[in-house]
């Protein structure tokens, strides 16, 4: 049964996207049909077109509601394992410490996205959400991350000697190496190549000979 498959699969008020739901011997159609039986009967809520919860509750506030920050990660970033996106621009910088700024807007590059940028509604929280340049998944995500960052570094820093020891910290922190620079780095702009050249970050990639004889 469909919500004997959501019972096992979902916690109260984690997100659920329909597209997801795939069970032996029920068709999309008949899905549809079965989440509406779960909603109308109470069992799970609807968020937004697609988008559904198992109610969490609360003994002061009853009945929880679905958090924005956390729908648009589910829908943007990550779910079920599956990396497709990450923070950028000043909501990276401001999660990394960079930057005190919390930005007004969050900003998300995800592979989630047909346009190169718009901005998005989730709930009633506005999102600039951008296409990835480049497909993101597990095995590359955190270095495109930090091109991400590099990207308009000298934008968010709030200190150029602190927001250059973060990004050490973070090479260090995941190893990136020289390979993973050289098979990316061709994916965004000409400024990532020019923050690495000017914040010395050559010789901290690990295993870089190319990133120490280039970029150093």
């Known amino acids: 049964m469909l919500s004997e498959f959501i019972k096992e699969n979902y916690e109260p008020g984690e997100p659920i996207f329909l597209q997801d739901i795939k069970t032996d011997g029920m068709s999309d159609a008949n899905i549809r049909q079965k989440i509406k039986k779960l909603t109308d009967e109470g069992e799970v809520i609807r968020y937004e077109q697609g988008i559904y919860y198992i109610p969490k509750m609360s003994r002061l506030k009853g009945t929880l509601t679905l958090v924005p920050d956390i729908v648009a990660r589910y829908k943007y970033i990550s779910r079920m394992g599956r990396i497709m996106g990450d923070y950028a621009g000043r909501t990276l910088a401001n999660k990394m410490g960079i930057s005190m700024q919390v930005p007004l807007k969050e900003e998300i590059t995800t592979n989630n996205m047909a346009a190169?940028?718009?901005?998005?509604?989730?709930?009633?929280?506005?999102?600039?959400?951008?296409?990835?340049?480049?497909?993101?998944?597990?095995?590359?995500?955190?270095?495109?991350?930090?091109?991400?960052?590099?990207?308009?570094?000298?934008?968010?820093?709030d200190d150029e000697q602190d927001a250059r020891q973060q990004v050490i910290d973070?090479?260090?922190?995941?190893?990136?190496?020289?390979?993973?620079?050289?098979?990316?780095?061709?994916?965004?702009?000409?400024?990532?190549?020019?923050?690495i050249y000017e914040m010395r970050l050559g010789s901290e990639f690990a295993a870089n000979e190319f990133a120490a004889n280039v970029f150093a």
């Open 116 to 157: 190169i940028v718009r901005e998005v509604y989730v709930g009633n929280r506005v999102y600039v959400v951008r296409r990835a340049p480049v497909e993101v998944n597990e095995g590359n995500h955190i270095v495109l991350q930090l091109f991400e960052l590099l990207k308009d570094i000298d934008e968010y820093s």
């Open 170 to 195: 973070y090479i260090r922190r995941f190893q990136i190496t020289r390979d993973a620079v050289d098979r990316y780095i061709g994916y965004f702009p000409l400024k990532v190549y020019k923050s």
